[in-house]
């Protein structure tokens, strides 16, 4: 492309351009087209998002989850004014429920985010989760990639919240921090072994004012029961910390951020921090390849045609789940193709 002409919203150099001059508007116009639906978007975005991979890989991952009313919203805000303040770059993909009839973003992040939003280092992006599972958007990997080579060199994913699925946050980033309130140590139960098993710092959330008290009570509760579980990391034992969201500079902030680079310097140190990130890259890869086969499977003629009298019958109690699988599973065409 010649010097002197300008590339056009239909070229991947209008987004990579755009992304490596840290434009925040086409930053954001990139994040469109990688969560758009159509087709030629979807070929652009992944033009895109491969041609800025080698800016990739520098930042700070950080996925946040917790139990409903934790503050995960004010907890972020705060730890990433903290950090603009100590002069990082802090880009925030808070991933919001669906709406079920719109698809639409319902929580609206950034207006629970007024200061950090209003800051020129940071730069938070609300997406709706599409319905995923584990509350994490279909599209919040590549998100993440094409704000790093924007040059933010601290990721916080923020997730919808402790569920079955939750763990699926951790696949994708280098640090997970379980967000609790006091009295939550009476709640272990309520919350999945596994979510638990691949939180490197449980912080318990509010500790401030009549609360600290409560909150030492169920920092030590938890600490007993992490006893029990299995360390996601050989190399790093999980901990239990309290902090306060109403103050940037609360020491349980400070401690929390120290905790992340502590491990950061640890893994970076030992190696674990690459073979994790390839791991991640691999499954990835892996869970797309499913994916794409299950959407290609509904667009076979066959499979369209077959598919609403199985389901009849199967309704009907005329054939079981099993044999109505295996029958829409072989009756691909005679390539086997998907």
Same mark, same amino acid.
């Given at each position: 492309?010649?010097?002197?002409?300008?590339?056009?919203?239909?070229?991947?150099?209008?987004?990579?351009?755009?992304?490596?001059?840290?434009?925040?508007?086409?930053?954001?116009?990139?994040?469109?087209?990688?969560?758009?639906?159509?087709?030629?978007?979807?070929?652009?975005?992944?033009?895109?998002?491969?041609?800025?991979?080698?800016?990739?890989?520098?930042?700070?991952?950080?996925?946040?989850?917790?139990?409903?009313?934790?503050?995960?919203?004010?907890? $972020? #805000?705060?730890?990433?004014?903290? +950090?603009?303040?100590?002069?990082?770059?802090?880009?925030?993909? &808070?991933?919001?429920? =669906? %709406?079920?009839?719109?698809?639409?973003?319902?929580?609206?992040?950034?207006?629970?985010?007024?200061?950090?939003?209003?800051?020129?280092?940071?730069?938070?992006?609300?997406?709706?989760?599409?319905?995923?599972?584990?509350?994490?958007?279909?599209?919040?990997?590549?998100?993440?990639?094409?704000?790093?080579?924007?040059?933010?060199?601290?990721?916080?994913?923020?997730?919808?919240?402790?569920?079955?699925?939750?763990?699926?946050?951790?696949?994708?980033?280098?640090?997970?921090?379980?967000?609790?309130?006091?009295?939550?140590?009476?709640?272990?139960?309520?919350?999945?072994?596994?979510?638990?098993?691949?939180?490197?710092?449980?912080?318990?959330?509010?500790?401030?004012?009549?609360?600290?008290?409560?909150?030492?009570?169920?920092?030590?509760? $938890? #600490?007993?029961?992490?006893?029990? +579980?299995?360390?996601?990391?050989?190399?790093?034992?999980?901990? &239990?910390?309290?902090? =306060? %969201?109403?103050?940037?500079?609360?020491?349980?902030?400070?401690?929390?951020?120290?905790?992340?680079?502590?491990?950061?310097?640890?893994?970076?140190?030992?190696?674990?921090?690459?073979?994790?990130?390839?791991?991640?890259?691999?499954?990835?890869?892996?869970?797309?390849?499913?994916?794409?086969?299950?959407?290609?499977?509904?667009?076979?003629?066959?499979?369209?045609?077959?598919?609403?009298?199985?389901?009849?019958?199967?309704?009907?109690?005329?054939?079981?789940?099993?044999?109505?699988?295996?029958?829409?599973?072989?009756?691909?065409?005679?390539?086997?193709?998907?």
């Amino acid at each position: 492309m010649p010097k002197n002409r300008k590339s056009k919203p239909e070229e991947p150099a209008y987004y990579t351009q755009g992304v490596r001059k840290q434009d925040k508007r086409i930053l954001a116009k990139t994040i469109t087209l990688i969560e758009s639906a159509r087709l030629e978007h979807q070929q652009l975005a992944r033009q895109v998002v491969n041609e800025l991979l080698p800016d990739t890989g520098k930042a700070i991952r950080l996925g946040i989850s917790g139990v409903p009313g934790a503050g995960k919203s004010t907890f $972020i #805000e705060c730890l990433g004014i903290h +950090l603009v303040n100590q002069g990082y770059r802090v880009a925030v993909l &808070a991933v919001d429920p =669906s %709406s079920q009839r719109s698809g639409g973003s319902v929580l609206a992040d950034k207006t629970r985010m007024e200061k950090l939003s209003a800051a020129e280092n940071a730069f938070i992006r609300p997406s709706p989760s599409g319905g995923t599972l584990g509350g994490v958007a279909r599209k919040t990997r590549e998100t993440m990639l094409v704000c790093e080579a924007a040059g933010y060199d601290v990721m916080i994913v923020e997730t919808v919240g402790v569920g079955q699925s939750e763990t699926t946050v951790a696949s994708m980033v280098d640090f997970f921090l379980l967000l609790m309130i006091a009295g939550a140590g009476d709640e272990l139960q309520g919350i999945k072994k596994g979510v638990l098993e691949v939180a490197d710092v449980i912080a318990i959330n509010k500790a401030d004012g009549d609360n600290v008290e409560k909150a030492q009570q169920a920092r030590k509760q $938890i #600490e007993n029961a992490m006893q029990y +579980l299995m360390p996601p990391s050989p190399f790093w034992t999980p901990r &239990a910390m309290t902090c =306060s %969201s109403l103050d940037t500079e609360d020491p349980g902030i400070q401690a929390i951020w120290s905790a992340v680079l502590k491990h950061r310097s640890i893994t970076l140190k030992n190696g674990e921090l690459q073979q994790k990130r390839c791991r991640q890259a691999v499954d990835w890869m892996w869970s797309l390849v499913e994916e794409g086969l299950k959407e290609r499977f509904y667009q076979i003629p066959n499979i369209q045609r077959q598919l609403p009298p199985t389901i009849r019958q199967v309704e009907k109690g005329e054939k079981s789940a099993t044999i109505a699988a295996d029958e829409l599973l072989f009756s691909l065409d005679n390539r086997g193709a998907v």
